[in-house]
């Protein structure tokens, strides 16, 4: 089985899915070459299980990376580029990301924006730095669309999805679903503009995971989670650029 990408980039990677991504990828069969964990604060206490994992893994590389700050994350490409050299960045997974459960009484502006900048502009952000990495992957790349040639994967909820929201039996979640939604359209939107580049863009679903965002009560542990994630990653391709697809691989409604 073939590595899915040479080279790949996770943000939010110090806990639940970020953390198991990095995990799952390092101990697959064909590891990517240089697996880019990121988080606000790879060396600090809740960066311990990454230091470990890193430890035991040399294609792990621990960059600083806040998704919120552009001096970071302009560092951060600096810091990746140098080790990648001319080779590019293949596969970049925008995974951090914060939850909300405000409702229309306990709403604020201010959460409401917070949990925007988090979910919506971070990752956009993130990709607009990272792109000149990603087009030198591209370039390089076989034709066609996939992760081992260049691709963005954000990582969004069908709690975000407008077509389900009447029949998902959850609080109203203001801000969380409304950034989630926007995330969504910032994939479409990214797919449009870079599939010209040999980027592909998608969105995807992770399922309701026992992390600190999903809770004890979720059905998923994050091992089925990211197990289901990476087989849908490795069999991505042109038809699927621009889809939101579920964990295990379903088309799910905008």
Not at 79 to 104: C, E, M, P, R, W
């Amino acid at each position: 089985m073939a590595a899915l990408a040479r080279s790949v980039l996770v943000t939010g990677s110090s806990r639940g899915i970020g953390l198991e991504l990095v995990r799952q990828l390092a101990a697959s069969p064909r590891p990517p070459q240089h697996i880019f964990a990121t988080c606000r604060d790879p060396k600090g206490p809740r960066g311990k299980a990454l230091q470990e994992l890193a430890t035991q893994h040399s294609s792990i590389k621990l960059v600083q990376l806040d998704t919120v700050n552009l001096p970071s994350i302009q560092r951060a490409m600096q810091a990746v580029g140098y080790h990648l050299k001319d080779q590019g960045l293949n596969l970049l997974i925008n995974n951090a990301g914060i939850s909300s459960h405000a409702t229309l009484c306990s709403l604020d502006s201010q959460e409401m924006l917070n949990v925007f900048v988090t979910n919506v502009v971070g990752p956009l952000q993130v990709v607009k730095e990272f792109l000149p990495l990603l087009e030198q992957a591209a370039k390089a790349g076989k034709e066609g669309l996939s992760c081992s040639r260049a691709a963005v994967i954000n990582i969004s909820s069908k709690l975000g999805s407008i077509g389900l929201c009447l029949h998902v039996p959850e609080a109203p979640m203001y801000p969380y679903r409304a950034s989630k939604a926007a995330q969504n359209m910032v994939t479409r939107c990214l797919a449009a503009e870079l599939q010209d580049k040999g980027i592909l863009c998608m969105a995807i679903h992770p399922g309701w995971v026992k992390t600190d965002m999903g809770k004890e009560e979720a059905p998923l542990t994050v091992e089925q989670s990211v197990s289901g994630i990476l087989t849908v990653l490795a069999s991505v391709s042109q038809d699927t650029s621009g889809a939101f697809l579920d964990w295990e691989g379903n088309s799910l409604p905008w």
